[in-house]
């Protein structure tokens, strides 16, 4: 067994339940021969063993849901392993499910468990056999892996719910999730989450900042120093590739990772993927559009200011948003976003009503998507024509995407001087469609020189008329007759 350090297993049987933090570690020492690191190496972080305690002594208190960010080879699933084996073993009757961003995941977390119980101290656990895709204990323990269906997923009523590797799940299958705990005489129901934290805008990172904001989860957050083995002499800093980052945590690990391993790890890696997968210091922004874009430089409270001009942008939606910015353009040639609308499944002319009584700062002209100057086959106007009709006069001109993507570009991060670009800390929709907006993943469809179309690409676009329309360089072009 390689996630976890392996010592010499006991010869002792199985002990009664562990009452707290010591008995933990020391019944996972004896029983399945691994010891947990138990030391929180940086100043935010915790320990495996914290993660432990708050799972199966309910050490955490509110609330119950838990939240592990940790990084890749940092024992996330042979820990959630170890927690279901503990609930299965101690806290029946109980209904235990465990779901992976693939079966592949989730059947990696399985093998873990049958391993456990394949040994000698654990053997007469088991009541029957064990398949890919159910455990059953004596007491009536029920240890389910699922695959990623909504049919797999709804009509489950589990005690125990643990997710791994969250940030590859649909984000419909996540939804049903949240309905399938209940709660028992011996076992609080919850759900448990592991994964890294390698995409921007994706469900881990959504899910980190709500524990952080709203405190809906309890988090658990470890990195490389947390679990790599203790740094001993005659290693020294001075010769070590990994001393920049570790600044000597590794001399106060306890953990199984082997310095070797991270450091070839560290050669063959960016320095980006690095920071995201094993110091789990955020998102990775390979994919992302506006890798340029950042909160505390390009996110602000702005105030409307009469003496400056002020611009709609518009792109237009049904099903999918229609979204309105309401722009500023500073005397220095800095563009403000003051506010934003969005809504769906409305008709042009109640939007239009709704943009003129949700700001009513007069605006010099609108810029809007060119297709909204086609006529509709149902009411056979266009929806620029209504807009009109409603006093919202539009301009429009047409351009490829990479054209207005560029543009918004040089304004985050000019090639000279401070970013050109201000948004109000209210317009939460475009600032969450900068941080999501992205490029096609690896291996998935799409052109890989086109962003998806899932969502943020409305408030992008809005935008992206807006500059468009008026950001655009004026050449000159100077002839001269020979």
């Not at 010891?35 to 609330?63: E, M, T, W």
């Not at 990696?108 to 000698?120: I, K, N, T």
């Not at 159910?134 to 990623?148: F, H, N």
């Amino acid at each position: 067994m390689t996630d976890l350090l392996s010592v010499s297993k006991s010869q002792s049987p199985l002990p009664d339940a562990p009452q707290n933090r010591e008995e933990l570690a020391e019944w996972v020492l004896d029983v399945l021969g691994m010891r947990i690191p138990d030391k929180a190496v940086c100043s935010s972080h915790q320990s495996p063993l914290d993660y432990l305690a708050a799972s199966f002594l309910d050490s955490g208190g509110d609330p119950a849901d838990l939240l592990v960010w940790a990084n890749r080879g940092g024992g996330k699933t042979m820990l959630a392993a170890i927690a279901a084996l503990l609930d299965a073993l101690y806290k029946a009757p109980i209904n235990i499910r465990i779901i992976g961003g693939s079966f592949d995941q989730s059947d990696r977390l399985a093998d873990y468990l049958r391993r456990f119980l394949s040994m000698e101290k654990l053997s007469g656990a088991v009541a029957g056999g064990m398949t890919r895709q159910r455990i059953r204990l004596t007491g009536d323990a029920d240890i389910r892996m699922l695959s990623q269906s909504q049919k797999a997923v709804r009509g489950q009523h589990a005690q125990k719910i643990r997710c791994d590797e969250v940030d590859l799940f649909d984000p419909e299958i996540w939804k049903a999730l949240q309905f399938t705990t209940r709660s028992s005489d011996r076992a609080r129901g919850g759900i448990e989450i592991f994964s890294t934290l390698h995409r921007a805008g994706g469900l881990m990172e959504k899910l980190v900042e709500q524990s952080q904001q709203e405190k809906n989860f309890h988090l658990f957050q470890w990195c490389i120093w947390e679990v790599i083995e203790k740094c001993k002499p005659p290693r020294r800093c001075e010769d070590c590739s990994l001393a920049d980052d570790c600044q000597g945590k590794a001399r106060k690990a306890d953990g199984f990772f082997k310095i070797d391993d991270a450091i070839a790890i560290k050669a063959r890696s960016s320095r980006n993927a690095w920071e995201t997968e094993m110091l789990c210091l955020g998102a990775k922004h390979d994919w992302l559009v506006f890798g340029e874009f950042d909160q505390a430089v390009h996110v602000a409270d702005l105030e409307y200011c009469p003496d400056w001009p002020t611009y709609r942008a518009i792109d237009f939606g049904y099903t999918s948003p229609l979204v309105c910015l309401w722009i500023q353009l500073t005397p220095a040639g800095v563009v403000h976003v003051i506010d934003e609308y969005a809504h769906t499944r409305r008709p042009i002319a109640q939007h239009a009503v709704e943009i003129l009584r949700h700001n009513s700062v007069p605006a010099m002209t609108t810029y809007v998507d060119p297709a909204g100057n086609a006529r509709e086959a149902t009411s056979g106007a266009a929806c620029t024509e209504l807009l009109a009709s409603a006093g919202i006069n539009c301009c429009w001109r047409a351009s490829t995407i990479n054209e207005g993507l560029e543009l918004i570009r040089a304004a985050l991060a000019p090639a000279f001087g401070p970013a050109r670009l201000k948004i109000d800390r209210k317009c939460r929709g475009l600032i969450e469609a900068f941080r999501e907006y992205h490029y096609p993943l690896p291996g998935s469809a799409g052109q890989p020189d086109r962003p998806i179309k899932d969502g943020p690409d409305h408030f992008i676009d809005a935008l992206r008329y807006f500059f468009i329309n008026r950001m655009r360089p004026k050449i000159s072009v100077h002839r001269k007759n020979y």
